[in-house]
């Protein structure tokens, strides 16, 4: 089996989806993208930057590699002379595993196709599924992806998800810090959130990290009450929106609230850094639509006592389970219309009931 012609057919089509794709992002949401895949091209460390120089020189080879690909199709995956369809992952995982190698393949926010090859660390199971836990990667795109689950398994990216857990905590807002100190105290004893210091304990860091993105996704293969074919027609119908942002929210909040979700796990565990890693990196509507999650993190830290977070995640999954039925209904309600326009108008006015500013706001 000839790997490397394996891997540059894998990364034509990464590169072809970039080619494509790279417009769903803002200017700021690209440039980050580039780096980390600048960083991974050249095998460095997240902490790691080179010259400005060299790093706008790939940047320009890849904006001139992406032109050539603009009109170019994803080709398949031939191995042992056989071709198989890119996104046919259980038939190509089937050929690579032996091999300790794991193929991804799907779509991402805003319907985004993306790929990657990567080296396997190591098989283990979690509540009856199966956990692949990849190492080096071979191939990718421009997505920093953690974690996801293929074909009923989940699968955790490790060097992405280091240099994702990076800029977490590099580039982490202001309303996260006080529970990114407060993670860092209970994991490692860190006294302040100075990067030098994170960088020393970034293993630690990321042995507790990890289990977040894990457990997501486990949550997310448990979680019953958002539908998944509701769920892919409604990203489907609805991409770039408003709505695509709260069906992901939804969708999210459901698996780490629910039993097999990350915050359970903790609670659990009385994982006190992972519960404070979690809360540091809330952001986009959870904190606005679940604020019951902040008051709750603030009474545990004030008072130490688990049933307050315990209660205060129960509150919220049935809160988002709700909602998820509420905006649901809706939805269904445009398709009986033929009316999709007017589904999404109904279901954006319940955000700006919740709180939510309009865009113009």
């Given at each position: 089996?000839n790997?490397d012609r394996i891997?540059?057919q ?35 460390s ?26 170019a ?11 198989i ?5 259980e038939?190509?995982?089937?050929v690579?595993?032996?091999h ?21 660390e190591?098989?283990?199971?979690l509540?009856?599924?199966?956990v692949w836990?990849l ?39 202001n ?5 990114l ?9 860190l006294?302040?959130t100075?990067?030098k ?14 289990m ?7 949550g997310?293969?448990d ?6 074919e ?7 119908d609805?991409p ?6 709260l ?30 890693f ?13 604020g ?7 009474a545990f830290?004030?008072?130490g006592e ?5 209660s205060a995640v129960e509150?919220v999954?049935?809160?988002a ?5 509420e ?5 269904a ?10 589904a ?5 006015e ?9 865009k113009?706001?």
């Open positions: 089996m790997i891997t540059r894998i990364q034509h089509n990464c590169d072809v989806s970039d080619a494509q794709h790279a417009g769903i992002y803002s200017i700021c949401g690209l440039a980050l993208r580039l780096r980390d895949l600048y960083k991974w091209n050249r095998r460095l997240p902490w790691e930057e080179d010259e400005a120089k060299a790093v706008l020189e790939w940047i320009g080879n890849q904006e001139d590699l992406w032109e050539s690909l603009s009109d199709e994803y080709g398949p995956i031939t191995i042992d002379r056989k071709k369809d890119a996104f046919d992952t038939m190509i995982n089937a690579l595993t032996p300790g190698l794991f193929y991804g393949a799907g779509y991402a926010n805003s319907l985004k196709p993306t790929f990657f090859l990567a080296k396997i190591d098989r283990l199971e509540n009856g599924k199966i836990r190492g080096r990667e071979l191939a990718r795109d421009l997505l920093t992806l953690p974690a996801f689950t293929q074909d009923g398994q989940v699968v955790l990216r490790t060097e992405a998800a280091i240099m994702f857990l990076w800029d977490q905590m590099a580039y982490i807002q309303s996260g810090r006080a529970a100190a407060f993670a860092l105290v209970a994991c490692c004893n006294p302040d100075n990067l210091g994170i960088r020393r304990h970034l293993d630690a860091i990321f042995r507790v990290q990890q977040a993105y894990i457990r997501h996704e486990l997310e293969l979680e019953q009450v958002f539908d998944l509701t769920w892919r027609h409604m990203l489907s609805f770039h929106t408003t709505v695509e942002l069906v992901r929210t939804l969708k999210d909040v459901l698996a780490d609230t629910g039993p097999q979700g990350p915050l359970s796990y903790f609670i659990t565990q009385h994982n006190r850094a992972g519960l404070g979690y809360m540091a990196f809330s952001s986009g509507l959870v904190p606005v639509l679940f019951e999650l902040k008051s709750g993190f603030d830290i004030q008072r688990w049933h307050a977070i315990a509150t999954h049935q809160k389970a709700n909602y998820t039925r905006v649901v209904d809706l939805y309600a445009g398709c009986r219309k033929g009316d999709l326009p007017w999404r108008a109904a279901i954006e319940t955000l700006y009931e919740r709180g939510v500013p309009k113009d706001e």
